[in-house]
């Protein structure tokens, strides 16, 4: 092992920080074949015993198009009840 990476030796846990770029494709759906990969190689750190925390924006980008729809959905309901009381 390089001598200047020996402290990985030692290490007990690892924070992955991963964005929007990495979780979502070109055309904002989700990079299904990259998050698998990269769930692979954090199942394999914590295999050797190595706590990992995943931490990401891309979460925001995940839900986006769920939160559309729900948009889409509650605003249809809310134009529907605003018609109602009127």
Known sequence: MDPSRAFVRDVKRVVVKVGTAVVTRDDG????GRLGALCEQLKE???????????TSGAVS?????????????????AFFICKAY
Do not use: H, P
């Open 29 to 32: 759906r989700l990079a299904v």
């Open 62 to 78: 995940a839900g986006r198009q769920r939160l559309r729809f729900r948009k889409m959905v509650n605003s249809r309901f809310l």
């Open 45 to 55: 750190l914590n295999a050797n015993d190595i706590e990992v925390i995943l931490v």
